[in-house]
């Protein structure tokens, strides 16, 4: 699996692992299992049907396959970038530019899969040879899957282990969100991880910023945004 970087709106970066082939491909298996499945109780319900002549046949035909035709569009569309196969995949549709994926990105990704699935499965050997294991349709749509994290401790979300006596710095914190303190957290944590200082170097700025703090009582980044954390988590475990 390749990593996959987004910019969020916050012009923060975080990495998330690209889905693989292997895996959307038996997302796509299951759920083609379930279209099936659908098609064979509908030909063992309505069998009656077939003593009608042929035009009403196609009719009715044509209006009970619409739940297959539109399955991707509809469920990813409600699901916020996932099937039933992807959620038992844990991987998810995202868009690379940080925002949530619109109806017209899925609408795109969906008209796509007449040549990414139905030509020979292009688009499997695509994602295979994609730096960001993209088909066509996410090219096209600017859209990835990413694989969702099964385990989750303390270090993949926002909460930090405070000690009883804790005393909090910069109370100005509050003004931020639990969306940017998860995003600061990802971005220190990598940036930390890889010994990426300019990028502790402009969230430390942008912090100071939006927090609007005037003075800096840290000597380093790494320890003023872990400081910044920490308060936000002292202000805000008890709301």
Same mark, same amino acid.
Request: net charge positive; glycine share 6%.
């Given at each position: ?76 569309? $409600? ?14 549709? @995202? ?21 990414? @699935? ?29 694989? $969702? ?57 942008? $912090?100071?910023? @939006? @927090? ?28």
């Amino acid at each position: 699996m390749s990593e996959l970087q987004i910019n969020t709106t916050q012009n923060v970066k975080i990495k998330f692992t690209a889905a693989g082939a292997g895996e959307r491909l038996l997302a796509f298996i299951i759920d083609t299992a379930i279209k099936v499945g659908y098609l064979l109780v509908l030909n063992w319900t309505f069998g009656a049907f077939e003593n009608m002549d042929e035009w009403s046949q196609i009719a009715i035909n044509t209006v009970l396959s619409f739940p297959v035709m539109f399955y991707t569009l509809a469920l990813e569309s $409600l699901l916020e970038g996932q099937t039933i196969g992807k959620r038992a995949l844990k991987i998810k549709v @995202v868009k690379i530019d940080g925002y949530q994926a619109s109806l017209a990105d899925y609408v795109v990704r969906w008209f796509f899969r007449i040549v990414d @699935v139905y030509i020979f499965g292009l688009g499997f050997f695509v994602i295979m040879f994609s730096k960001k294991q993209q088909r066509l349709g996410d090219m096209a749509a600017g859209t990835a899957v990413i694989a $969702l994290k099964d385990k989750v401790n303390i270090s993949h979300t926002i909460l930090e282990n405070l000690k009883a006596d804790y005393k909090p710095t910069y109370p100005n914190v509050i003004k931020l969100s639990d969306n940017d303190a998860r995003i600061i957290k990802d971005t220190f944590t990598v940036a930390r991880t890889s010994k990426d200082y300019q990028t502790l170097i402009k969230l430390r700025n942008k $912090l100071v910023e @939006v @927090v609007g703090i005037k003075t800096v009582k840290q000597k380093t980044d790494i320890e003023f945004i872990d400081v910044i954390l920490k308060d936000y988590n002292y202000y805000t475990q008890d709301m």
